[in-house]
């Protein structure tokens, strides 16, 4: 499958599509509202950073506990009750007197169920799309997630001037109710992938046997860590430039646009894949410049270059479904997506703490030089795996993982 008619004309792929798009729309409103509120509530960049990319630290908990659900859960409902989850606790936290407290508290509770619909979602486009056709369907969804952030984002520095946060969560909430809605009514129901009922004891199993691989591990380290790192540059917008904030974030999507739309269409697969190590270098490169504190117009372009990298994804995607047996893939890329989000949460996290003690340019700078440090570690540790059988790298066996 090599052309975007063939994927649109493929049944159900169209409205999983447009319930995601309203789902990234209603995150990137939300988080840019809440970041916001909770910076003009505090003045403290640590606490503005963590409730924009705070569900993202409890992803770990939910890879650890919950994610044997992403195979052994009907889709369709379990992805109608979590854009539910989503429209209830945003609206929650558009309450005028919820403490700041609190506000990390529901951020938590959205976290955990994050976690799970990740893995349905995408272990749905795997079930959905031939082998060959998933490649460029991750890329149509990457770059959906870029457009839809430029809207989101762009939209909602307008709506910020105009509206309270508070307003503009509930417009977020409103969005959620839309993904829920169309996944209920347009996707026919399915049975799970795999047998047995989630279970911790499960999830345990299928994480043990997906980390046990030398190759499969180095490619969920890749997938997590050094873009989690560049997030955490990217958490620091709003102290950064407070009242551009959107600007910025609609340039990283923009660049990440691009960056999906070249890996996932235009290079040939020979040549791709060999760009993961060069795109994340790409990826955290332009933040070194952060160390002078560029004005808005080159801080601009840095970000919209460096955002490009972040088509190392898809490489690293499809090398992942190649080292994993069919009825794991939903766990697997529930697994990637929980460790790349808990890391964006820790990057977050940590990047606000150090802007907190020196400056938000200090911090984008440092978080930068960890990213690069991370890559080259990594690449390092990728041809040491290549070297004694070069191209063939184990897989895990291609039996179901045992019922509870």
Known sequence: MRSYQQLFRTPEFTPLFLASSANVLAQTIGGLALGTLVFRATDSPLLAAVSMFGPSLTQVLGATFLLSGADRLPPRSTLTGIGLAFAATTA???LPALPVWAVFVVLFGQGLVASLGGGVRWGLVNEILSKDG????????NMMAGLAQILGFATGGILLTALSPRLCL????ALYVVSAAVVRLCLTPRPPRAEGR?????????NALLWSSRPRRHVLLGLWLPNGLVVGCESLYVPYAPESAGTLLACAALGMFVGDVTVGRLVPPAVRRRLATPLLVLLATPYLTFVLSPPLPLAAVAVTVASAGFGASLVQQERLMDLTPPELSGHALGLHGSGM???QG????????????????TAMTVMAAASLTVTATLGVAGRRDARPKRGVF???????????
């Open 394 to 404: 184990p897989t895990a066996p291609a039996s179901r993982p045992s019922s509870e």
């Open 198 to 206: 989630p279970s911790v004891a499960a999830t345990w199993r299928a």
């Open 92 to 94: 929650v936290l558009a």
């Open 170 to 173: 509930l417009l977020a909430a």
């Open 134 to 141: 998933f490649m460029l369907g991750r890329s149509v969804f």
């Open 341 to 343: 989000l808990t890391m």
């Open 346 to 361: 820790v990057s977050a996290a940590l990047a606000g703490s150090v802007a907190q003690l020196t400056s938000p340019a």
